[in-house]
């Protein structure tokens, strides 16, 4: 059975910074990408940032672009979202989720995280 856990969420100030993580484990990842979205209250799930297998091909959104790193730790089938200078439009509940192809669309990913609540104040 696949599970995806993300933690790290939480309550911060404007301008502050939060690390997200994503354990995955049930199945073999080799080869998969992994992303993460967002959800904000009363809005659209969207794109957020996504990072191939190798961890050497990485896309953001433009709204997260410069703020947000992805990384991952295949070893460990975690991946990561370093989030800096938060704002509070940052607030949404955080998804992570693992698929084939590195995608801005959520469609192309498989497997799906019950996600993890980051609330930027100002």
């Known amino acids: 059975q696949v599970q995806l856990v993300e933690s790290g969420g939480g309550l911060v100030q404007a301008g502050a910074s939060l690390r997200l993580s994503c354990a995955a484990s049930g199945r073999s990842f080799i080869g998969y990408a992994m992303a993460w979205f967002r959800q904000a209250p009363g809005k659209e799930r969207e794109f957020v940032a996504t990072?191939?297998?190798?961890?050497?091909?990485?896309v953001y959104s433009d709204s997260v672009k410069g703020r947000f790193t992805i990384s991952r730790d295949n070893a460990k089938n975690t991946v990561y979202l370093q989030m800096n200078s938060l704002k509070p439009e940052d607030t949404a509940d955080y998804f992570c989720a693992v698929g084939l192809s590195v995608s801005h669309n959520s469609g192309a990913y498989d497997y799906w995280g019950q996600g993890t609540q980051v609330t930027v104040s100002s």
């Open positions: 990072i191939n297998w190798y961890g050497g091909y990485t």
